[in-house]
């Protein structure tokens, strides 16, 4: 099946800092979705994104299906900011499920 | 907003007890999934649902673990006897065809 790896694995910055995550996956995916797993647990959407870059406020994404890979920018990181970040794209075998990277675990100091 | 719902949101229970979980997806939504994810690492489905039929289940532990999804709306996962390595949040999800959207979860504790 499809491997998903995420980078870093774990990220501390100072509130106002800029970040880069990173997406790597095994195959060619035609879905990639970015979530945010906030201290409580609930899984919240960020971006659907299978190619291309969107933006929403002070988060962008940007996918480049060819290359195998999706990468997310936080700007002026805030404390809000802090959770795990997941992506996530289709298995192979079944068309609508979807496989998760490990995260990366993102802390913004205050 | 329309979300998914999920409920409980937390349960305690002991070793070899049965234990439920419920999960309404977004009316409209003919997929649903049910996920588990053990601390420090992302879900992992557990079986996949489209309406009533089972689409994927093959990483449920069938012999304590069943899924249900009746009148393919809302869905049922049942655990028994639940086993201490069970203690892990489920999630549940449903799909417009692009995206999934989460519900909040269950976090179970087996003790």
């Known amino acids: 099946g499809i491997q998903v790896e995420q980078s870093p694995p774990d990220l501390i910055l100072q509130e106002g800092a800029n970040s880069t995550l990173r997406c790597n996956f095994s195959?060619?995916?035609?879905?990639l979705q970015w979530f945010h797993q906030n201290p409580w647990g609930q899984l919240i959407n960020l971006f659907y994104?299978?190619?291309g870059t969107k933006q929403n406020g002070r988060l962008s994404a940007t996918t480049v299906a060819t290359e195998r890979y999706s990468l997310l920018y936080i700007s002026s990181s805030q404390t809000t900011d802090s959770g795990v970040y997941f992506c996530?794209?289709?298995?192979?075998?079944?068309?609508?499920?979807?496989?998760f990277g490990p995260g990366t675990r993102l802390s913004v100091l205050p | 907003e329309a979300e998914v719902a999920q409920s409980p949101r937390y349960k305690i229970t002991e070793k070899s007890q049965a234990v439920a979980f419920w999960c309404d997806p977004i009316?409209?939504?003919?997929?649903l999934y049910w996920y588990r994810q053990i601390l420090g690492q992302g879900p992992e489905l557990l079986v996949q649902?489209?309406?009533?039929?089972?689409?994927?289940d093959s990483q449920l532990p069938k012999d304590r673990f069943s899924a249900e999804r009746l009148k393919g709306v809302d869905s049922t996962l049942k655990i028994q006897p639940a086993e201490l390595g069970d203690s892990a949040m489920y999630l549940c999800?449903?799909?417009?065809?692009?995206?999934?959207?989460f519900g909040p979860g269950t976090r179970l504790t087996v003790t």
């Open positions: 999800a449903s799909t417009d065809g692009y995206e999934q959207y």
């Open positions: 195959d060619s995916v035609n879905n």
């Open positions: 994104i299978p190619s």
């Open positions: 996530a794209v289709p298995g192979v075998n079944y068309g609508q499920n979807f496989v």
């Open positions: 009316s409209g939504h003919a997929t």
């Open positions: 649902f489209q309406d009533e039929s089972v689409v994927d």
